[in-house]
């Protein structure tokens, strides 16, 4: 049982470096679209950077987040927007409304292949890895200009929490655009479950108070993808969010393959 | 679904305003109710700036359909101001009638001058036709540019000029040094002026100063988007059937 899971992993990851390599290679060969890209996540960055420059030019704090606190939190939002973004948003869901509308959906689930994988996770955004670099720098910036004492345990709790928020992401992603499958030609679904991410876990997780506290733990979990691991790697371990965050991953994925499932059973193709 | 989008938005920004009201009664003479009702209407507008001529002009180029146009006895231009018209005042009554809902559900009460709303209107309009050659000088670029692209520059710029019209916060809150570039330049007269003169922040004089850069702006753009055209279209390539 052991031996095949890792066998099937191995073949997967196999894949997934094919399938990426060539995704890479077209997009070093049609550079303009590479260009262009850039472009965007700069103009989609710098906004971001310069609305807090305003903000702080005209208040001190923001729900206890003092402004370098602030420039960390937008360096490591930087970083899971763009992860997620580029591995599982602009080049698969966004397209699996058209793809499902024209039927070329069709040819993707005869294959031999998990469905869930390869229509999620096929291509990778490359200009989006580029356009994360950034985002470190920020980090960096923000961290040497707070006098902590960046510790190992602190980090690895806040890549852990990280992880666990890419997954619980990736799960809320993946729900939304599987509407699709019953709802054709819903173009912009795939887009509202990612607006709702993009939008809400950017901001301290502080400011959610009472209800949309609750709903932004443990419905909408957007929390553990930027502000709580900032707030982990800044200021120290907070073990139930550890814990929290890593069964909320496990509840998500699961969730997520039993809807997709269903969702995929639902479908009707159009034929021909 | 795109007004959902701008919903969860709108949202956002009201959970993060209210929670830094709540430690402070007002910030640059802004209150939360002040603030909220700012967004209420930043996301009216939204409807009204984001003109989807350049997208448009895309489609009609790279699927052929331009030469179709071009025989026609209508300028190119018209033809694309009255496919986005049609869309934008559809757009704008939904959004109207959602997002003034949330204001009069939160505040209990919706007042304005009349003169203001007026003038906010002609502001509105002014405001749209703006936009609308912003976009079109965008959409020249798709007789060099494939789809793709056109959409990459067009929501790149369309975030920077959102930003710098004061959609994400009020042009108030930018450094004075930059009030005065912004004063001069056309994107604030996308979303923050009409809400001023809506709100009454600014009147009299104000106004009219505002009135002259932006009918200025109108007539530059509508010349330099005349120009543009003409020298875009000589890359225009068609194919015949």
């Known amino acids: ?272 | 679904m795109p007004l959902l989008g701008s919903l969860a938005i709108f949202i956002a920004y009201a959970v993060f305003w209210g929670f830094i009201f709540q430690y402070r009664d007002e910030v640059k003479g802004y209150t939360y109710e002040h603030m909220i009702t700012y967004f209420v209407f930043v996301k009216i507008l939204e409807g009204v700036g984001n003109s989807m001529a350049a997208f448009k002009m895309s489609d009609h180029i790279h699927e052929g359909m331009l030469s179709n146009l071009l025989i026609k006895p209508l300028k190119i231009k018209a033809w694309l101001l009255t496919e986005d018209l049609g869309r934008v005042i559809f757009d704008g009554m939904i959004r109207i009638i959602i997002f003034l809902g949330i204001l009069f559900f939160l505040f209990g009460e919706i007042s304005f001058e009349l003169s203001g709303v007026a003038l906010f209107i002609v502001f509105v309009v002014l405001s749209y036709l703006l936009s609308f050659n912003i976009s079109f000088i965008m959409a020249c670029f798709s007789f060099w540019l494939d789809p793709s692209s056109i959409a990459s520059m067009h929501f790149a710029l369309r975030r920077i000029f959102h930003f710098l019209a004061g959609g994400v916060v009020p042009i108030v809150f930018f450094p004075e040094f930059s009030q005065e570039i912004l004063k001069y330049l056309p994107f604030k007269y996308l979303i923050n002026t009409p809400i001023d003169v809506l709100s009454g922040r600014i009147k009299g004089g104000e106004i009219g100063v505002a009135l002259i850069i932006l009918v200025v702006w109108i007539i530059t753009l509508e010349i330099a988007t005349h120009l543009f055209f003409k020298f875009s279209y000589k890359a225009n390539e068609a194919v015949g059937i």
Not at chain 1, 47 to 58: A, G, R
Not at chain 1, 69 to 87: A, D, H, K, R
Not at chain 1, 127 to 149: A, D, E, Q
Request: glycine share 6%.
């Open chain 1, 1 to 272: 049982m052991v031996l095949l899971a890792i066998k099937t992993i191995k073949r997967y990851a196999k894949i997934y470096l094919l399938l990426n390599k060539y995704q890479a290679m077209h997009y070093f060969t049609y550079r303009a679209g590479l260009y262009m890209g850039l472009v965007v996540d700069f103009g989609h960055s710098l906004v971001v950077i310069v609305f807090y420059q305003v903000l702080y030019s005209n208040i001190q704090e923001v729900a206890g987040w003092n402004y370098h606190e602030m420039i960390f939190l937008i360096g490591l939002n930087m970083l899971s927007s763009f992860v997620v973004l580029s591995s599982v948003v602009i080049l698969n869901l966004n397209m699996l409304p058209e793809q499902i509308k024209d039927g070329k959906i069709d040819l993707t689930l005869t294959k031999p292949l998990n469905s869930l994988f390869y229509i999620t996770l096929q291509r990778n955004y490359i200009v989006g890895y580029i356009s994360m670099l950034p985002g470190f720098y920020l980090m960096y910036y923000g961290f040497s200009n707070l006098g902590y004492t960046l510790s190992l345990l602190n980090l690895l709790s806040g890549i852990v929490i990280f992880c666990s928020g890419y997954i619980i992401a990736y799960s809320i992603l993946v729900m939304f655009a599987s509407m699709s499958f019953r709802f054709i030609n819903a173009t912009t679904l795939a887009r509202l479950g990612q607006r709702i991410i993009l939008e809400f876990k950017m901001k301290p997780h502080q400011i959610f108070t009472g209800g949309l506290r609750i709903l932004f733990m443990f419905i909408f979990p957007v929390i553990f993808m930027s502000s709580v691991p900032a707030e982990a790697i800044m200021q120290g371990v907070n073990v139930w969010y550890v814990l929290l965050s890593l069964a909320l991953a496990a509840i998500f994925l699961f969730l997520t393959i039993k809807v997709w499932n269903f969702m995929i059973k639902e479908y009707t193709s159009a034929g021909g």
